[in-house]
């Protein structure tokens, strides 16, 4: 049951929550909106129809729509956004003190609303956040690149680990940056969008950490070594088996301070005319 309802008092019919539905499973025709039960099953409880709503007449799913935050004049300034964009750059210096758990938390509960494809939201996050977990996924890490090494196995072209696990030894950490936070996105490998659904989520996540002044990195190291190298380390994750992972991406406050954006050229933009 989709727990449905109109506030007859203050609907007006305007029609909106019909017309922007993207299933099509509510009908207006000459009364108040209603779900056509035929098409019931086809509703993906994506909220747009809470959401439209100009007068707050609407509920779906049991849900009030005076719990969900206002948009009219809460956006932030477009600008600030685009500086925003611009001027986060991928941190890979971090201080040793974790990121307040609070706003771990609350960053979490946002970044849970990245975009999914038909709306499955089966994208999981795989939150590292206790410094023993970390320190105890760097080392097995690291540990595991050294069988590799020393059986003379590593994957071609991936020989640089080498590299690495003698930096290692030296007390530097090239795959994690010593960062005390790290977050794996994988979906279902059934999810037909799942690959980019994982993306989307660590991409809102970057901008929001950004933010709020947390510094990230994508980890594509740690995605080789973990997935490719050195496989078995990742077993500390819990992926579940029927998932692929998408990418990884470290974060912590960081240890270094940007004063301006970069100015280098963007990417091609190919216009088709007709």
Known sequence: MLEFSIDEETCIKCGECAEDCP??????GDGFPAIDPEKEENCIQCQHCLT???TA???ILGLSPEDSIPLKGNFPDPEKVETLMLGRRSTRRYKEEPVDPALVERMMDVVQNAPTGVNRRSTRLTLVEDKAAMDALRTATYEEIRKVVEAE???PGLEFFGGMLKAWDKGKDIIY???PHFLVASAPTDNPSGPADTLIALSYFEILANSYGVG???DGYAKWALTVVAPKAAEILNIPEDHTIGYMMAFGMPAVKYYRTVQRPGGVVDRITV
């Open 23 to 28: 299933a099509s499973v509510i009908e207006l």
């Open 177 to 179: 940056r010593g960062a």
């Open 52 to 54: 439209v709503c100009p």
């Open 57 to 59: 007449s609407l509920s």
């Open 153 to 155: 196995a590593l994957p």
């Open 216 to 218: 990230t990195v994508w």
